[in-house]
């Protein structure tokens, strides 16, 4: 998968702004600078690392004044030789001096494919380089954090380490098997099951947290619930923090499903205003019933708004009989009338974190981070040892290893021949090897990169 193109594109957002820069990398990229770049010093001729005011310069045609930056490879992102063009960020400018670069020797960067550069010369494993667009598509700062933490290697470690224990037991086995003399597989058994009992144990709780990834990466699936009128679009106002659904005093005013991301206190909330769930005989309301029982299985967190103001009706026991095995908060609306609803009453029948609050008033609702956090992390996101894959490729690999390294621990308590071991170790060596890069196809290489975006 080496290549010896050089290639080039538009490294920033194509708006006009105060900067823009064209990046150009491979082993003619000091050649191309030469021949459109004019200042006191030839560029080619700098050491790297270094920045150098001129201008670049179409035949005769002055296109901008630039700074010029100078990494030569191995010392750069790519591993390659790379010139990044410094210029003004107006949107025809940087698409004129990118036309003067492929003019000049270069040709059009595919997406990702400096990243992908930097995964073939080694200068990051594929985790790492997954991590990339990670940080670039971040919505929060925890999901910012756990990518920051898988770029600068988390991930990689943690698989090497389980990678260099797979590996060493398969070559100890193989070793005994070619050397029975010198080398004995007595009792052997029984220290593997242990060490396998400690890795699957490590890969579990990985591919547990891997959903925990997903939701600090992407966003809770979140959806509001309850019976007509109970301030499910008062709550979305409130938490918006802006006029987004209609509210009024009729009862089934919200028909379809309404939805918004917000962030609260750092944690993305993708929110979804459903329905009031109750009997109707109006098809167009009992449509949006439906959806809003549709969206509800779905979710990753059911918020069940209740009418404090109201005693429970059929509709609110429909409800709770829906949501019991789901992650759930109740929250108890209207606390700044009379209420007709306690906790304790409504703990009876389901028992949830409960919060009372005041969507009109906006009172409460502040309340439902802490109990977010410790529902779904348990307590506070921190990534000093933890990691969180948020990786759908990565979750599979895990999986695949997983059930790998059990098949390892069933052929020992069976008693199967050593050499069965070895088969099943080296799957998990190859799956895992998948996450880093190491055992991985040009196809899916070619995949995964073609999902970033130009210039990077």
Not at 101 to 118: L, Q, Y
Not at 363 to 389: A, C
Not at 408 to 417: I, L, R, T
Request: glycine share 8%.
């Amino acid at each position: 998968m080496k290549t010896t193109q050089t290639i080039a594109a538009i490294a920033t957002a194509m708006t006009d702004s105060g900067i823009g820069i064209v990046r150009i990398s491979g082993p003619e990229a000091f050649d191309v600078i030469d021949r459109i770049y004019k200042g006191k010093k030839k560029i080619s001729e700098q050491p790297s690392h270094t920045v150098h005011y001129g201008w670049i310069k179409d035949g005769e045609d002055t296109i901008d004044e630039v700074l010029v930056m100078i990494m030569r490879g191995p010392h750069s992102y790519t591993g390659e030789d790379t010139i990044e063009i410094n210029c003004h960020g107006g949107v025809y400018v940087v698409k004129k001096i990118l036309e003067t670069v492929i003019k000049n020797g270069a040709r059009t960067a595919e997406p990702g494919e400096f990243t992908k550069r930097a995964f073939l010369n080694g200068k990051m494993d594929l985790s790492r380089a997954e991590a990339v667009i990670d940080v670039i598509h971040a919505k929060n700062k925890y999901a910012l954090k756990n990518s920051v933490s898988q770029l600068r290697g988390a991930v990689q470690k943690k698989i090497g380490k389980i990678r260099e224990e797979i590996l060493y037991h398969t070559a100890y086995i193989e070793s005994a098997l070619d050397d029975p003399e010198h080398i004995s597989l007595d009792g052997y058994g029984e220290k593997l099951v242990d060490k396998l009992d400690e890795l699957l144990k490590t890969l579990q709780k990985l591919m547990k947290d891997a959903d925990n990834g997903r939701m600090i990466q992407e966003g809770i699936r979140t959806v509001i619930i309850g019976k007509p009128n109970a301030g499910k679009s008062s709550l979305l106002n409130a938490l918006v923090g802006e006029e987004r659904a209609i509210v009024t005093d009729i009862e089934g005013t919200t028909r379809d499903v309404l939805e918004e991301s917000i962030q609260l206190n750092g944690i993305s909330l993708n929110i979804v205003d459903t329905a009031g769930i109750r009997k109707t005989e109006d098809i167009v309301e009992k449509i949006g019933v439906n959806k809003a029982k549709d969206q509800m299985q779905d979710a990753d967190l059911v918020i069940f708004v209740v009418d404090a103001s109201r005693e429970l009706d059929e509709n609110d026991f429909e409800i709770i009989r829906m949501i019991r095995e789901k992650k759930a908060v109740v929250l108890l609306n209207k606390s700044d009338l009379e209420t007709k609803i306690s906790k304790e009453e409504l703990k009876q029948y389901l028992d949830k974190p409960m919060i009372e609050i005041s969507a009109k008033e906006e009172e409460g609702i502040h309340e439902l981070e802490t109990i977010l956090k410790d529902m779904f992390f348990q307590g506070e996101i921190t990534f000093n040892d933890e990691i969180y894959i948020t990786n759908i490729r990565q979750k599979e690999a895990l999986g695949k290893a997983y059930e790998s390294l059990q098949r390892v621990k069933d052929s020992v308590e069976a008693g199967m021949p050593e050499d069965f071991y070895t088969i099943d170790l080296m799957d998990a060596y190859e799956a895992l090897g998948n996450i880093t890069g190491e055992t991985i196809g040009e196809d899916l290489v070619n995949e995964i990169f073609s999902k970033f975006c130009m210039g990077k």
